[in-house]
């Protein structure tokens, strides 16, 4: 699998930016994507991940109401939409695929990630 994120790039606080992160090289469907971030000198971090079918979403208590993941089958493709950006969102976000449906906030449950996408939020 080759998961191909885009979409960073440097924002206000308070702006918006949509990550997208497009698969190839398995079925897209009936594995499950999540969304990850690592800020300097800090452990990489759940942000949000959604189901195969789009049905189920969940996120972190920090981007919770802020940041919404959303998924195109047909075109292989994971969003995740960014609004009222703070400072401490500045990250490096990584998309990651997994075929599993236990424990989706844990990094290692993951067997396949993007190269990363940096956000960078001014204050």
């Known amino acids: 699998v080759q998961l191909q994120a885009s979409g960073g790039g440097l924002v206000q606080a308070g702006g918006s930016l949509k990550l997208s992160c497009a698969a190839s090289?398995?079925?897209?469907?009936?594995?499950?994507m999540g969304w990850f971030r690592q800020a300097p000198g800090k452990e990489r971090e759940f942000v949000a991940f959604?189901?195969?079918?789009?049905?189920?979403?969940y996120y972190a208590e920090t981007v919770k109401g802020r940041f919404t993941i959303s998924r195109d089958n047909a075109k292989n493709t994971v969003y995740l939409q960014m609004n009222s950006l703070k400072f401490e969102d500045t990250a490096v976000y990584y998309c990651?695929?997994?075929?599993?449906?236990?424990?989706?906030?844990?990094?290692?449950?993951?067997?396949?990630w993007g190269q990363g996408t940096l956000v960078t939020v001014s204050s």
């Open positions: 990651a695929w997994t075929p599993t449906s236990y424990d989706l906030i844990r990094p290692s449950n993951y067997d396949y």
């Open positions: 090289g398995r079925p897209f469907t009936s594995y499950n």
């Open positions: 959604i189901t195969w079918s789009g049905g189920r979403t």
